[in-house]
């Protein structure tokens, strides 16, 4: 049985041979990942990331502005007299009440369809 003779050369060859499969195996799994070679990419779409977050917190500002007023007007609307309460809402308060079509038209100042219609619609309902 002859002696199995291994030379250095030969290891370094086969530590070579390792190294250079396992630097193979590491740069597609950076690759794969997104993190290999897109320093300028990533760099690049932070800016647009940026824009992005500076056009979505002006939007969220005036959505806000917006939910402020309709707040408000919707307080003025709560609290005002009831001398401005719209013909309508006093013929479905009183087809709440069971008013008839007649009643609620003479009563509101609008049409006898209307005031059918408003009678239907709320007897119903019961809303």
């Known amino acids: 049985m002859e002696a199995l003779v ?22 597609l799994l950076l690759r794969w990942s997104g993190r290999w070679g897109n320093g300028a990419k990533r760099v690049a779409r932070a ?3 940026q824009r992005v977050m500076d056009g979505l917190t002006r939007e ?9 007023r309709l707040q408000s007007e919707i307080d003025k609307l709560r609290t005002a007299p009831s001398g401005s ?7 479905i308060q009183m087809a709440r ?13 609008i049409s006898r369809g209307e ?12 809303i």
């Open 6 to 27: 291994v030379t250095w050369r030969e290891v370094l060859v086969v530590v070579v041979a390792v190294l250079a499969v396992y630097i193979a195996e590491l740069v």
């Open 85 to 91: 309460v719209s013909p309508y809402n006093l013929a």
């Open 60 to 68: 969220v500002g005036e959505l806000r502005k917006q939910v402020a």
């Open 47 to 49: 800016g647009t990331d």
């Open 115 to 126: 005031a059918e219609l408003i009678v239907a619609l709320y007897r119903k309902l019961r």
């Open 97 to 109: 009440q069971g008013a008839s079509a007649n009643d609620v038209a003479s009563g509101c100042g």
